[in-house]
T-cell receptor, first 112, second 114 residues
Framework: DQQVKQNSPSLSVQEGRISILNCDYTNSMFDYFLWYKKYPAEGPTFLIS?????DKNEDGRFTVFLNKSAKHLSLHIVPSQPGDSAVYFCAASGNPGNQFYFGTGTSLTVIP | DVKVTQSSRYLVKRTGEKVFLECVQD?????MFWYRQDPGLGLRLIYFSYDVKMKEKGDIPEGYSVSREKKERFSLILESASTNQTSMYLC?????????????FGPGTRLLVL
């Protein structure tokens, strides 16, 4: 049973506009959330994270928002650039235990 | 910079062969993980390890085993490869800091089982 879901398999955005990637989770014990970016034929690279004590974390063009009551998080990329084209995975973990649960990924295409 | 390396980028094996996938990390991380990535299924955890000689099953351990004889090295073993084990295999390591952790991934091994 998928505990972390990314319901949009793909997203296309014009360069310079905002990209919004969404992620939903079912386990209320999750307290730490991450976004990873993956290019073809490479391993995922860490992008940004957020703890459940926060509702927003920002790093340059990337902002992650967490809505605990809705069990929803989103990644905003502003402005989007062609180099942002990749597959984005959200992941969640909770205590006890360190297992991470990954979503199925959203393929972002930024059109020049 | 954290570096996680995997022994092969591409492998082609025959059904029934024993397959070894090696992963090495250079950051003295306690935790190491093996995932497989398949289209539409995301990353699924096969096995993980929190210490030398320690292993825990993930979500899909069937058909796999692991070995962690040294802290920096975590091996994934396919005892008898089958075609449904054709996949991208990703190794990761992490070290819990300030109560949180970030997993760092290797480049992946794309395995084809014929």
């Amino acid at each position: 049973d998928q505990q972390v879901k990314q319901n949009s398999p793909s997203l296309s955005v014009q360069e310079g506009r905002i990209s919004i990637l969404n992620c939903d989770y079912t386990n209320s014990m999750f307290d730490y959330f991450l976004w990873y970016k993956k290019y073809p034929a490479e391993g995922p690279t860490f992008l940004i994270s957020i703890s459940s004590i926060k509702d927003k974390n920002e790093d340059g063009r990337f902002t992650v928002f967490l809505n605990k009551s809705a069990k929803h998080l989103s990644l905003h990329i502003v402005p989007s650039q062609p180099g942002d084209s990749a597959v984005y995975f959200c992941a969640a973990s909770g205590n006890p235990g360190n297992q991470f649960y990954f979503g199925t990924g959203t393929s972002l295409t930024v059109i020049p | 910079d954290v570096k996680v390396t995997q022994s092969s980028r591409y492998l082609v094996k025959r059904t029934g062969e024993k397959v070894f996938l090696e992963c090495v990390q250079d950051m003295d991380h306690e935790n190491m993980f093996w995932y497989r990535q398949d289209p539409g299924l995301g990353l699924r955890l096969i096995y993980f390890s929190y210490d030398v000689k320690m292993k825990e099953k993930g979500d899909i351990p069937e058909g796999y085993s692991v070995s962690r004889e040294k802290k920096e090295r975590f091996s994934l073993i396919l005892e008898s490869a089958s075609t449904n084990q054709t996949s991208m295999y990703l190794c990761a390591s992490s070290d819990r800091e300030l109560g949180q952790e970030t997993q760092y991934f290797g480049p992946g091994t794309r395995l084809l089982v014929l």
